[in-house]
C-alpha cells in the first residue's frame, strides 16, 4: 500500500490542500473544527508530512549553519556535541563548516550557508570586527561566539578569560610555585590574547617584581612539546607551567616527562578548556562546561528564530578552576 499524501487527506476531510498545510503546520488562519478534522484524517491515513516540503511551505530549512575555526580536537568536537544534542532536541538539522584565518575565505564558507540554513553560529576568535560583520551574511539570524568584544549588537557567547587566568595564577601561587611559565594560544586569537594579559596583570599583582613568562604556542600538542624541550634544556627556569589550553598542556606533560623531569614535584602543569584526555590524565586546568555551552548557544539561537524575543545580549560565561594530580603541592 502506497504512503497518504496530503492530496489523500485533503480528500479524506473534504478540505482544500491549503488547509491541510496550515492545519497541520499549526497556523492561526485555520477554524478549530477544520483543524481537528484535518489531524484526524492525517491519523486515520496514517500521513507523515513531508520534511522538506514542510519547510518550503513555511519559508524555512529547519537547519542551523555552525561554522568554527577548526573541526579537529577534543574541544571542537565536545562543542560540536552539545549543539548537535540541542539542535535535535528540537527537532533541527545542523550543517557543519569551517573557515581559516583569512576574512576572504571566512565570508565563504559563511555565504555558502545562504539559503540552507535559517541561521548562523559562529566561533570567530581569530577574527576583526570588521573582518567578522563584512562575512555575515545580511538579514541571517547569527550568534558568535568567543568573538571581537567590540560588537554589541550581536547576541554572543565569551568566556571570563580575565577571571580564569586569575584563578588558575593564584591557585600556583598559592602552591607554592614562583616562576610560573604561560604557553600562549595562536597569536591573533581573541582567547589567547586575552588570557595571555590576564596571566601578565596576574603575575605582577601576586608576585610583584617577577617577570611574566610568555612563551609562543599555537593551542596544538606539538606547541606544549617545544615548551618542555626549553625548560629541559635550561633554557627556561620554571616550576610550573600554565598552557592556554589543555592540548599545549598535555604536550608538555608527556615532554617534561620524557625529559624526566618530575610533575608536580619539579614542576607543575595546568591547561584551559577541561577536555576528556586532561581528566583521564589527571591534569589540573580551568573547567569549560563546553558541550553545555554549545547547547545553550544552540537553543539561544533557536529560541529567536522561534520569535520569542529580541536578543543582543553578551553572555559572559564562567570557568571553574579544578585540581588534579599535576599541580598538587610542592
Not at 477544520?34 to 519547510?55: C, D, K, N, Q
Not at 568584544?149 to 580575565?162: E, G, K, M, S, Y
Not at 584563578?167 to 588570557?195: C, F, K, P, W, Y
Amino acid at each position: 500500500m502506497s504512503e497518504a499524501t496530503i492530496r489523500d487527506v485533503a480528500r479524506y476531510a473534504k478540505v482544500s490542500i491549503a488547509s491541510v498545510s496550515r492545519a497541520l503546520n499549526g497556523l492561526d488562519n485555520v477554524r478549530a473544527e477544520t483543524r481537528e478534522r484535518v489531524i484526524a484524517a492525517a491519523a486515520e491515513l496514517g500521513y507523515v508530512p513531508h520534511a522538506g516540503a514542510r519547510s518550503l511551505s513555511l519559508a524555512r530549512a529547519h537547519a542551523i549553519g555552525v561554522v568554527l575555526p577548526d573541526l579537529h580536537g577534543e574541544f571542537f568536537s565536545e562543542f560540536v556535541r552539545g549543539m548537535d544534542r540541542a539542535a535535535s532536541g528540537r527537532s533541527y538539522a545542523m550543517l557543519l563548516s569551517n573557515m581559516h584565518d583569512d576574512g576572504d575565505q571566512a565570508a565563504m564558507a559563511l555565504r555558502a550557508m545562504r539559503g540552507r540554513v535559517d541561521g548562523l553560529i559562529v566561533m570567530a576568535p581569530h577574527l576583526s570586527e570588521g573582518a567578522l560583520r563584512r562575512a555575515l551574511p545580511s538579514r541571517l539570524p547569527a550568534l558568535i561566539i568567543h568573538g571581537p568584544r567590540t560588537i554589541d549588537d550581536v547576541p554572543t557567547v565569551r568566556l571570563d578569560n580575565a577571571a580564569a587566568a586569575e584563578a588558575m595564577v593564584t591557585h600556583l601561587v598559592q602552591s607554592g610555585r614562583r616562576r610560573i611559565v604561560h604557553i600562549a594560544g595562536a597569536e591573533g586569537n581573541i582567547d589567547a590574547g586575552e588570557r595571555a594579559a590576564a596571566f601578565r596583570a596576574a603575575i605582577e599583582r601576586h608576585l610583584p617584581g617577577a617577570v611574566p613568562i610568555v612563551l609562543h604556542g599555537d593551542f596544538s600538542e606539538e606547541s606544549g612539546e617545544a615548551a618542555a624541550r626549553a625548560i629541559a634544556n635550561g633554557s627556561i627556569a620554571c616550576d610550573a607551567v600554565f598552557a592556554a589550553n589543555d592540548m599545549m598542556a598535555i604536550g608538555c606533560l608527556q615532554g617534561l616527562r620524557a625529559a624526566g623531569i618530575a610533575v608536580p614535584d619539579q614542576v607543575a602543569v595546568a591547561g584551559f578548556d577541561d577536555i576528556p584526555l586532561a581528566r583521564y590524565l589527571g591534569i589540573t586546568t580551568m573547567r569549560v562546561q563546553i558541550a553545555d555551552m554549545g547547547a545553550h548557544a544552540m537553543n539561544r539561537l533557536i529560541d529567536i528564530l522561534e520569535g520569542k524575543g529580541p536578543d543582543t545580549r553578551a553572555e559572559l560565561h564562567q570557568a571553574e578552576l579544578v585540581v588534579r594530580s599535576t599541580s598538587a603541592g610542592n
